[in-house]
Every structure is written in C-alpha cells, then in structure tokens.
C-alpha cells in the first residue's frame, strides 16, 4: 500500500555535502510527520531530525547548524540537506513516516520506514 524510498545517498569528501530525499507513495489520505534517522555500523539507530505537517522542525544536537529538513507536501516528498559533512556522519539514512491511509471503508494511521541510504564521508 504505501512505500518509502530514499535516494540521493554516496561517497562525498569532509566538508562537502548532499541533499537526501524520501518519496512517500500509496494509498495516502495525510501525513502527520516525517523524519530522518539513521544508523552507523554497531551502533544504536538515532534521531536525526523530524519535520510536522506545519513545517515545524527539530534537529540532534549533533547535525544543528548543518542540516536542514523540508517538505513538499503536494509531492509527499521530504528532503534532507546535509552540509559540512563529517566522517561521524557516515551512516545508512532512514526515512519515516506517520501515515494516515484512506482504505475507502475505514482510516488507518500507522509509521513507516523505508530501506535506507548509505552516506559514507572519507577522503
């Protein structure tokens, strides 16, 4: 019914930076929310940032001052832009989406995630 995909992942050098997108599509009546998470080799996954339908933000600590989140709500797209990027940045990226599906008889409101994007940072 409905699907993620992020794209825009790769190999960039410290300093550069890359703009990550994630395309929500299905059977979609609203999203509430989205954000970005993501995931280094043997560690926890974590909060990167999250976007409301009114284009309110919050961003870790760690990405302050040099990510920025948006939206494009006719496109069900959000976008992640990543600037001055570190090697503490490598990770795979995950989209996340709260979702309310219009099935024709009943609403159904649920998170979904999508497969992931690798960002690796290195010279």
């Known amino acids: 019914q409905v699907q993620l995909v992020e794209s825009g992942g790769g190999l960039v050098q410290p300093g550069g930076s890359l703009r990550l997108s994630c395309a929500a599509s299905?059977?979609?009546?609203?999203?509430?929310?989205m954000g970005w998470y993501r995931q280094a080799p043997g560690k926890q996954r974590e909060l990167v940032a999250v976007?409301?339908?009114?284009?309110?933000?919050n961003y870790a600590d760690s990405v302050k001052g040099r990510f920025t989140m948006s939206r494009d709500n006719a496109k069900n797209t959000v976008y992640l832009q990543m600037n001055s990027l570190k090697a503490e940045d490598t990770a795979v990226y995950y989209c996340?989406?709260?979702?309310?599906?219009?099935?024709?008889?009943?609403?159904?409101?649920?998170?979904?995630w999508g497969q992931g994007t690798q960002v690796t940072v290195s010279s």
């Open positions: 299905g059977s979609i009546f609203s999203i509430n929310g």
């Open positions: 976007i409301t339908s009114g284009s309110s933000t």
């Open positions: 996340n989406a709260l979702i309310v599906i219009d099935s024709g008889n009943y609403y159904t409101q649920r998170q979904y």
